[in-house]
């Protein structure tokens, strides 16, 4: 072909669009996405082309190319209908990713055709601009796709909407992306540790500026119910099932907010309703085997426990936990739930082979491992009664530096453990050298140099305590 491959892969380089957004798939269950975005299409009509255009990127990685460009012929078409003064400003980030995939496809030509489309419309719309061109709502659309590639890119997402936001302050599509990263910012940074930003005020805007958007309105009655401000929330999510009492998205917010009230009966309801709608999207699976699962708690606490009832929901928690597990591998919580549903139910084999199957892992982030450790240390104390095997894996966790729940729990059972197996008069060297490591491992320094000074006058000659405690004194 008369096209040099290389020239082009610079000049591909030089795109905004999804191939060069570093989406990784590895941090996704690609079948899961393509579920979620295609629901999405079926009940939203106002984000059909950002939906288009990353489905055909979904479909690129699931290695359908063919797939991919009848997607973008899509968002071709909803530029027409939704832009049709302003084509060539829309169509940048469709045309990149024509671009890209006719490349994979070693279709040069037509690769190229696309890339001058797009570099002679930069060039028009701004003097400067060569096939790069920063434009608010291309900065959107790629915030909005990280945002569906899940945790990893939650911070870059917010970024992207800030800089959306810095051209068009009120625009409430910037406002609603930016108050979503920072709710879920947020809620990562409180489950795995990490800096707490507040985001009631931005989600507040995005619900001023968005009256329509139910889904933002339930973001912050969710936000207001984390504030122990839920009475305030409720109003949000009880107008939102009068609003949009059939949007799938929505409907999984409202769930959520009331099961975390503690009317799992009316979550149950809401998630049912949203699956008839959705019967594959994989987060209302995972929704509705919580809901099961918090109602098989409830219910074993009851004078005289219902056991068909509970035996039911078990097998109904299971079978949706696995349907999650099955559609999305990445989803690591659901491992851990899967297995604490097998445990309630004294299926300590199956619980075991779970844990196994997500301890081998080596794609968690750090997070995700402490979330395991406690998980699976909490099972070997509660229900294997090994308690020396719950402090291995405590322990596992606090190696982890990261602030985490799961760290805070784990050092308060692990301390409270091995407290009272020495104040019993059962502890030996080890129990008191192991606690020393606890103490040292939560900074607490003094507290361990008492500790390893005790086990050292039990065990004089234990390498372990005696060159922890010259390196403590050392550091003191």
Same mark, same amino acid.
């Not at 940048?92 to 037509?110: F, S």
């Not at 800096?195 to 968005?210: I, Y």
């Given at each position: 072909?008369? !096209?040099?491959?290389?020239?082009?892969?610079?000049?591909? @380089?030089?795109?905004e669009?999804?191939?060069?957004w570093?989406?990784?798939?590895?941090h996704?269950?690609?079948?899961?996405?393509?579920?979620?975005?295609?629901?999405? /299409?079926?009940?939203?009509?106002?984000?059909?082309?950002?939906?288009?255009?990353?489905?055909?990127?979904?479909?690129?990685?699931?290695?359908?190319?063919e797939?991919?460009?009848?997607?973008?012929?899509?968002?071709?078409?909803?530029i027409?209908?939704?832009?049709?003064?302003?084509?060539?400003?829309?169509? @940048?980030?469709?045309?990149?990713?024509?671009?890209?995939?006719?490349?994979?496809?070693?279709?040069y030509?037509?690769?190229?055709i696309?890339?001058?489309k797009?570099?002679?419309s930069?060039?028009?719309?701004?003097?400067?601009?060569?096939?790069?061109?920063?434009?608010?709502?291309?900065?959107?659309?790629q915030?909005?796709?990280?945002?569906?590639?899940?945790?990893?890119?939650?911070?870059?997402?917010?970024n992207c909407?800030?800089?959306?936001?810095?051209?068009?302050?009120?625009?409430?599509?910037?406002?609603?992306?930016?108050?979503?990263?920072?709710?879920?910012?947020?809620?990562?940074?409180q489950r795995?540790?990490?800096?707490?930003?507040?985001c009631?005020?931005? @989600?507040?805007?995005?619900?001023?500026?968005?009256?329509?958007?139910?889904? /933002?309105?339930?973001?912050?009655?969710?936000?207001?119910?984390?504030?122990?401000?839920?009475?305030?929330?409720?109003?949000?999510?009880?107008?939102?099932?009068?609003?949009?009492?059939?949007?799938?998205? #929505?409907?999984?917010?409202?769930?959520?907010?009331y099961r975390?009230k503690?009317d799992?009966?009316?979550?149950?309801?809401i998630?049912?309703?949203a699956?008839?709608l959705?019967?594959?999207?994989?987060?209302?699976?995972?929704?509705?085997?919580?809901?099961?699962?918090?109602?098989?708690?409830?219910?074993?606490?009851?004078?005289?426990?219902?056991?068909?009832e509970?035996?039911?929901?078990?097998?109904?928690?299971? @079978?949706?936990?696995?349907?999650?597990?099955?559609?999305?591998p990445?989803?690591?919580?659901a491992?851990?739930?899967?297995?604490?549903?097998y445990?309630?139910?004294?299926?300590?084999?199956?619980?075991?082979?779970? #844990?196994?199957?997500?301890?081998?892992?080596n794609?968690?982030?750090?997070g995700?491992?402490q979330?395991?450790?406690?998980?699976?240390?909490?099972f +070997?104390?509660?229900?294997?009664?090994?308690d020396?095997k719950?402090?291995?894996y #405590?322990?596992?966790?606090?190696? /982890?530096?990261?602030?985490s729940?799961?760290?805070?729990w784990?050092?308060?059972?692990?301390?409270k453990?091995?407290?009272?197996? !020495?104040?019993?008069?059962?502890?030996?060297?080890?129990?008191?050298?192991?606690?020393?490591?606890?103490?040292?491992?939560?900074?607490?320094? +003094?507290?361990?140099?008492?500790?390893?000074?005790?086990?050292?006058?039990?065990?004089?000659?234990?390498?372990?305590?005696?060159?922890?405690?010259?390196?403590? +004194?050392?550091?003191?």
């Amino acid at each position: 072909s008369t !096209i040099s491959e290389d020239s082009l892969k610079t000049s591909l @380089l030089q795109l905004e669009c999804h191939f060069t957004w570093a989406l990784l798939k590895e941090h996704v269950g690609l079948e899961a996405l393509e579920e979620t975005i295609l629901d999405h /299409i079926k009940f939203s009509a106002e984000y059909k082309i950002k939906d288009y255009n990353i489905l055909s990127y979904v479909c690129h990685l699931k290695n359908s190319n063919e797939e991919a460009l009848k997607s973008l012929k899509k968002a071709e078409e909803a530029i027409q209908e939704h832009h049709p003064g302003e084509i060539a400003r829309r169509s @940048l980030v469709t045309w990149g990713n024509y671009a890209w995939i006719y490349y994979h496809m070693q279709r040069y030509e037509e690769a190229q055709i696309y890339v001058s489309k797009v570099e002679n419309s930069c060039k028009k719309l701004s003097s400067t601009a060569h096939g790069k061109i920063q434009l608010p709502e291309i900065y959107a659309e790629q915030g909005w796709a990280l945002l569906r590639f899940g945790g990893n890119y939650f911070e870059r997402a917010k970024n992207c909407f800030e800089n959306a936001l810095k051209s068009e302050p009120d625009n409430p599509d910037f406002n609603a992306g930016y108050a979503t990263a920072m709710y879920r910012l947020k809620g990562e940074a409180q489950r795995y540790g990490g800096e707490v930003t507040p985001c009631l005020e931005a @989600l507040k805007r995005a619900v001023e500026l968005n009256p329509e958007d139910t889904t /933002i309105a339930a973001l912050f009655a969710l936000e207001l119910q984390r504030l122990q401000r839920g009475n305030e929330g409720e109003r949000y999510i009880e107008e939102g099932l009068e609003k949009t009492p059939d949007f799938p998205v #929505f409907l999984r917010h409202a769930a959520n907010f009331y099961r975390k009230k503690g009317d799992v009966n009316k979550a149950a309801g809401i998630l049912n309703k949203a699956l008839a709608l959705t019967p594959k999207a994989v987060v209302l699976h995972h929704q509705l085997g919580l809901c099961y699962k918090s109602k098989v708690f409830q219910l074993k606490k009851t004078r005289y426990p219902p056991l068909e009832e509970i035996e039911n929901l078990i097998r109904l928690a299971i @079978l949706h936990f696995k349907t999650v597990i099955e559609k999305k591998p990445v989803f690591f919580s659901a491992y851990i739930d899967l297995a604490k549903t097998y445990a309630l139910d004294k299926r300590y084999e199956e619980a075991e082979e779970v #844990f196994q199957k997500v301890l081998q892992r080596n794609d968690l982030s750090c997070g995700e491992k402490q979330e395991i450790y406690f998980n699976y240390g909490n099972f +070997q104390h509660f229900h294997m009664k090994s308690d020396s095997k719950a402090i291995k894996y #405590f322990i596992e966790c606090l190696k /982890i530096k990261n602030d985490s729940f799961a760290r805070k729990w784990s050092s308060e059972t692990v301390e409270k453990l091995l407290k009272q197996k !020495i104040e019993s008069g059962f502890g030996d060297a080890t129990d008191i050298g192991t606690l020393g490591l606890v103490f040292n491992l939560n900074g607490k320094k +003094q507290e361990a140099i008492e500790c390893y000074e005790r086990a050292t006058a039990l065990d004089p000659n234990n390498e372990e305590y005696l060159n922890a405690l010259a390196e403590l +004194q050392l550091s003191i």
